[in-house]
């Protein structure tokens, strides 16, 4: 495979390992989360932390729990210090 590693199976590739946190507004309960074990907590604004791999699905599934995502940045962008 090309840009993984024989050793651990991981990519070699710097974005593999880059996560980004997705500032996310209007997220409600529907049919996706209702079914959670735990209580849906509404709130004006969320900040979920993705792996660069997971990005877009993560955001198909913002877009059908009715969240609309207002920024996207690398984690290191966050980190205040």
């Known amino acids: 495979?090309?840009?993984?590693s024989?050793?651990?199976g991981r990519s070699s590739s710097p974005s593999s390992d880059r996560i980004f946190v997705y500032e996310v507004t209007g997220l409600k309960q529907n049919d996706e989360n209702a079914l959670n074990s735990y209580p849906f907590r509404t709130s004006s604004s969320v900040f979920i932390?993705?792996?660069y791999s997971r990005m877009n699905q993560e955001m198909?599934?913002?877009?059908?729990?009715?969240?609309k995502i207002i920024s996207i940045?690398?984690?290191s962008a966050s980190v205040s210090g």
């Open 73 to 75: 940045r690398p984690l």
């Open 1 to 4: 495979m090309l840009g993984t």
């Open 49 to 51: 932390q993705v792996p």
């Open 60 to 67: 198909q599934r913002i877009g059908r729990m009715g969240g």
């Open 6 to 8: 024989a050793i651990n």
